[in-house]
């Protein structure tokens, strides 16, 4: 119960209408503008974050994240609080393999498949350790064991907790959705090879947790497992959760992830609120290429021609966006084979244009193309001029200078 519980404190969760007796002129949709090709704000005197002082601007962003997201807040939800002093529950038991598949679970829904390949020959005819996903009706009792009561239901789990009107519910096949396996290594290798290791995970599943009959909190997930599960992930995830409420939630999360022919895309969003201020954060990352051996870890190989990276966070007094875009790139290969040369940077090229800001005024900005200059260290980057403040002047430079400058 601990485990599950552990998962809801960490996160929490077009209609279009037409007037079918009126024709309407159509609306060419507005043209898509590059976002790489917009020339950046630079920083402003008297206004900007000056270089030198980031470090402490940092320190106090974070404190004030701490303060916000602390459990000794009292401004804290009370569900959120709630959920923290159940997590606090100490000697909840199984008894079983349960704990263990679910731990198992949640590892591998996190993408942590590990040391595959390079043993695949010397598994021999070892035993394959198996981590079903756990299932049946439970309670836990006043010692705080978790006591199976009945098999049912085959595809999911529902734990009651009479002592604190908690009832945790969870599905994993939903809408009938079925279930499938990852391979991978468990426990030490050795001369004779590595303890292999099979764990069930779902491809759509959801959690819900209620409180004395009311819902506060739910998760979702989905998953297309893909041909290359075992070794380098599935092809898409998404996964969304909330605490507190479903109208206005306290924390919530929500995670995107594909990897198709396209390339690679990953986002994710944040919020968490007490009942004065809030916090967020998100991040999104899209990287355009090719890949190839996608499914074998050994020969993987990645050729991007494009990314885009955009994060952002907002805690209480501070602020700061993160926008990074390359274009253009060329003779940039990411795979073991290519990045084990002394110089595989030296021909890449393209161009940068990227830009950081703090409580809504630009901190730095880089532009310019990522191909060498004439000087001999063959490091890309040469030609890209940097704009900053450092003790009171605006400063230009390229990016060994803004490297230098960031030293304390």
Same mark, same amino acid.
């Given at each position: 119960?601990?485990?599950?519980?552990?998962?809801?404190?960490?996160?929490?969760?077009?209609?279009?209408?037409? +007037?079918?007796?009126?024709?309407?002129? @159509?609306?060419?949709?507005?043209?898509?503008?590059?976002?790489?090709?917009?020339?950046?704000?630079?920083?402003?005197?008297?206004?900007?974050?000056?270089?030198?002082?980031?470090?402490a601007a940092m320190q106090a962003a974070a404190?004030?994240?701490?303060?916000?997201? %602390?459990?000794?807040?009292?401004?804290? +939800?009370?569900?959120? *609080?709630?959920?923290?002093?159940?997590?606090?529950? *100490?000697?909840?038991?199984?008894?079983?393999?349960?704990?263990?598949?679910?731990?198992?679970t949640g590892r591998a829904l996190l993408g942590?498949?590990? *040391?595959?390949?390079?043993?695949?020959?010397?598994?021999?005819?070892?035993?394959?350790?198996?981590?079903?996903?756990?299932?049946?009706?439970?309670?836990?009792?006043?010692?705080?064991?978790?006591?199976? +009561? %009945?098999?049912?239901?085959?595809?999911?789990?529902?734990?009651?907790?009479?002592?604190?009107?908690?009832?945790?519910?969870?599905?994993?096949?939903?809408?009938?959705? @079925?279930?499938?396996?990852?391979?991978?290594?468990?426990?030490?290798?050795?001369?004779?090879?590595?303890?292999?290791?099979?764990?069930?995970?779902?491809?759509?599943?959801?959690?819900?947790?209620?409180?004395?009959?009311?819902?506060?909190? *739910?998760?979702?997930?989905?998953?297309?497992?893909?041909?290359?599960?075992?070794?380098t992930g599935p092809d898409s995830l998404s996964?969304?959760?909330?605490?507190?409420?479903?109208?206005?939630?306290?924390?919530?999360?929500?995670?995107?992830?594909?990897?198709?022919?396209?390339?690679?895309?990953?986002?994710?969003?944040?919020?968490?609120?007490?009942?004065?201020?809030?916090? %967020?954060?998100?991040?999104?990352?899209?990287?355009?290429?090719?890949?190839?051996?996608?499914?074998?870890?050994?020969?993987?190989?990645?050729?991007?021609?494009?990314?885009?990276?955009?994060?952002?966070?907002?805690?209480?007094?501070? %602020? @700061?966006?993160?926008?990074?875009?390359?274009?253009?790139?060329?003779?940039?290969?990411?795979?073991?084979?290519?990045?084990?040369?002394?110089?595989?940077?030296?021909?890449?090229?393209?161009?940068?244009?990227?830009?950081?800001?703090?409580?809504?005024?630009?901190?730095?900005?880089?532009?310019?193309?990522?191909?060498?200059?004439?000087?001999?260290?063959?490091?890309?980057?040469?030609?890209?001029?940097?704009?900053?403040?450092?003790?009171?002047?605006?400063?230009?430079? +390229?990016?060994?200078?803004?490297?230098?400058?960031?030293?304390?």
């Amino acid at each position: 119960m601990r485990k599950f519980i552990g998962v809801f404190l960490g996160v929490s969760l077009l209609l279009a209408a037409c +007037d079918g007796g009126t024709k309407t002129p @159509a609306v060419e949709p507005p043209t898509a503008t590059d976002p790489a090709k917009a020339v950046p704000t630079p920083p402003v005197l008297g206004q900007s974050l000056e270089l030198q002082n980031a470090p402490a601007a940092m320190q106090a962003a974070a404190q004030s994240a701490i303060t916000l997201v %602390s459990p000794n807040n009292p401004d804290i +939800d009370e569900n959120v *609080q709630y959920l923290l002093n159940l997590s606090g529950m *100490q000697g909840l038991s199984i008894g079983s393999k349960g704990l263990k598949a679910s731990a198992a679970t949640g590892r591998a829904l996190l993408g942590r498949v590990a *040391q595959s390949l390079p043993h695949q020959n010397a598994l021999g005819a070892q035993a394959v350790q198996t981590n079903p996903l756990q299932h049946g009706t439970y309670h836990i009792d006043a010692n705080r064991r978790m006591i199976k +009561d %009945s098999d049912q239901p085959s595809t999911g789990m529902i734990v009651t907790d009479a002592a604190h009107k908690l009832t945790l519910n969870v599905d994993w096949r939903v809408g009938g959705a @079925a279930t499938t396996t990852v391979n991978w290594f468990a426990g030490s290798c050795d001369m004779n090879g590595c303890t292999p290791s099979s764990t069930e995970i779902p491809t759509k599943a959801s959690a819900t947790l209620l409180r004395s009959g009311v819902t506060v909190a *739910q998760m979702n997930f989905s998953m297309a497992e893909g041909n290359c599960l075992s070794q380098t992930g599935p092809d898409s995830l998404s996964l969304s959760s909330w605490v507190g409420s479903a109208a206005k939630p306290a924390s919530s999360l929500s995670l995107d992830y594909a990897w198709d022919s396209s390339g690679l895309r990953l986002s994710a969003e944040g919020s968490y609120s007490t009942k004065r201020e809030t916090g %967020s954060s998100s991040f999104k990352l899209a990287v355009l290429g090719n890949t190839t051996n996608r499914c074998n870890l050994l020969n993987l190989s990645f050729t991007p021609t494009q990314l885009d990276l955009t994060a952002s966070a907002k805690v209480p007094n501070h %602020s @700061a966006n993160l926008a990074v875009y390359l274009r253009d790139l060329k003779n940039l290969t990411l795979s073991a084979a290519g990045l084990r040369a002394t110089t595989w940077y030296k021909d890449v090229s393209g161009s940068l244009n990227a830009n950081l800001n703090y409580n809504g005024q630009t901190v730095i900005t880089a532009t310019g193309p990522l191909t060498d200059g004439p000087d001999l260290d063959l490091y890309p980057g040469d030609q890209i001029v940097t704009t900053y403040i450092k003790d009171g002047k605006l400063v230009t430079s +390229d990016l060994a200078g803004l490297l230098a400058a960031l030293k304390p």
